[in-house]
């Protein structure tokens, strides 16, 4: 099946910084990626859609500003968490959807200390 | 708006027993609907898929689940647990191509092995 890669698997930053995450679809191209969030023994939330050449969909509740979101191409899309803070320390999941079922990145842990 | 409902957040049986877990949907049409699994610190990896072909799927380890319109369910099932079965399931619908419209997870169930 498709392939979509994640990167970084994990990082810890500090609070105050910002971190990107990347997903990549491997041999597919992917005009609209989505974007969840993760907390502990929890199910996956929508945060955003991604659309290859125009802005994302933010869901409701989720700070555009705070989560920064680029597709630049039909492969890549991007997630900055700007001036991360403790409480955004979570488990990221980027998934790329073909027209029958969607194909998950491998997510990443993110920890802001 | 679409919504999937996961019955028992946690699930034990004993190795080669049946595995159900169950899962409910509400979609104003016919709905795609999905079963993931997902190990620790990982992404989720597609079981199984209805896309209004045949009413059971069959999907990979052995899993299936069965589409039930009038009971609007699709609870997956394995006949015989394996130690590796162990792991967090998720069913999830969309209302549409998942190319189109996003997909939303029921909270999921966690699968205990008994030895």
């Known amino acids: 099946g498709a392939v979509v890669s994640q990167h970084p698997s994990r990082v810890i930053c500090k609070s105050g910084t910002s971190v990107k995450i990347e997903c990549r679809s491997l041999?597919?191209?992917?005009?609209?990626m989505f974007w969840y969030r993760q907390f502990p023994k929890q199910s996956l939330m929508l945060m955003a859609t991604s659309n290859e050449g125009s802005k994302a969909t933010y869901e409701q509740g989720v700070e555009k500003d705070k989560f920064l979101i680029n597709h630049a191409s039909l492969t890549l899309s991007t997630l900055t968490v700007t001036s991360a803070h403790p409480e955004d320390s979570s488990f990221y999941i980027c998934?790329?959807?073909?027209?029958?079922?969607?194909?998950f990145g491998q997510g990443t842990r993110l920890t802001v200390v | 708006a679409q919504s999937v409902t996961q019955l028992g957040s946690h699930v034990s049986v004993s190795e080669g027993a049946l595995v159900l877990l169950r899962c409910n949907y509400s979609s104003s049409v016919p709905p795609y609907l999905f079963w993931y699994v997902q190990y620790p610190n990982q992404g989720l990896q597609l079981l199984l898929k209805y896309t209004s072909a045949a009413t059971l799927v069959k999907g990979i380890n052995g899993f299936e689940a069965e589409f039930k319109k009038s009971e609007t369910s699709f609870h997956l099932t394995k006949p015989s647990a394996h130690m590796s079965d162990a792991a967090e399931y998720f069913c999830?619908?969309?209302?549409?191509?998942?190319?189109?419209?996003?997909?939303?997870f029921g909270k999921g169930t966690r699968l205990h092995i008994l030895p």
């Open positions: 041999d597919f191209q992917a005009t609209t």
């Open positions: 999830a619908v969309s209302e549409s191509s998942p190319r189109d419209d996003k997909i939303i």
């Open positions: 998934s790329a959807p073909s027209s029958t079922e969607a194909f």
